[in-house]
């Protein structure tokens, strides 16, 4: 049961509330997880909205705070401020982890979600314009982390930063995403030792227990109409194949 000291963290297992509870855990914080069935529209009911007027996840509510906060990168960079780990106090070095916590929330994460929408979620070959051009954004993208973690550990350089944390569950689809691990051998290196964490460990195992059967549900009660309202589709979008969408990193 949450108490007033606890932070919640709504969301479910996709990697932008991933990337928080693995924050939260290295971080050592008690926190609640509650689910939020965005199959069935949770996240547009007025309550949600009243946290987050543009209807996503995650949302995390920290009462020292006083107010919920949305957009997980706007999360990390609250929760490293706060508690002063994971995000250079000054110099240079603030501006790389800034810089590429800014490449994973306007890069990496809106072009890989999109070719997971066009290649794994719908029927490949569907859509063949859409997902030949976000295949080859994934594919630069994935070479760019790749040629960067070459010549260094952590993607800022220096020491592990919410810049990893960010980008490492969107990371987990370079395989289902039809692409070689072992010809991109310095990601796959940086996606084991950081999987390798105990932090991250513990958080794969809350968002199982929290989200896994929970989301399990909500598919299979999705219709769809609830599909062409997560999707944001119209009558001349192709159906998609609802069962090749999967939680990856858990």
């Not at 543009?54 to 997980?72: C, W, Y």
Request: hydrophobic share 40%.
């Amino acid at each position: 049961m949450n108490d007033s000291k606890t932070m919640v963290l709504y969301g479910g297992g996709s990697p932008n509330v991933r990337k928080v509870g693995i924050m939260l855990e290295e971080l050592g914080l008690p926190y609640e997880l509650r689910f939020v069935n965005v199959f069935g529209s949770e996240q547009l009911a007025p309550q949600f909205l009243a946290m987050n007027p543009l209807g996503k996840i995650p949302v995390l509510m920290d009462p020292a705070l006083g107010h919920p906060l949305f957009e997980s990168g706007a999360i990390l960079f609250y929760l490293a401020e706060r508690y002063g780990k994971f995000f250079p106090t000054g110099g240079a070095a603030r501006y790389e982890v800034m810089q590429w916590l800014m490449v994973q929330m306007a890069s990496v994460g809106p072009m890989l979600g999109q070719f997971t929408h066009f290649h794994i979620v719908l029927r490949p070959g569907t859509e063949p314009y859409a997902e030949g051009r976000y295949g080859a954004q994934a594919e630069r993208l994935y070479r760019l982390l790749d040629d960067r973690l070459a010549s260094q550990p952590w993607i800022a350089g220096g020491e592990y930063s919410i810049a990893d944390m960010a980008t490492y569950p969107w990371t987990l689809y370079l395989k289902p995403h039809g692409f070689t691990p072992d010809n991109y051998a310095a990601l796959t290196r940086w996606c084991d030792t950081i999987g390798a964490r105990p932090a991250v460990a513990r958080c794969n195992a809350r968002f199982n227990e929290a989200f896994g059967e929970a989301t399990n549900r909500a598919r299979q009660a999705t219709t769809d109409e609830d599909l062409d309202v997560f999707f944001g589709r119209t009558a001349a979008v192709p159906p998609a194949d609802f069962s090749a969408v999967k939680t990856f990193g858990g």
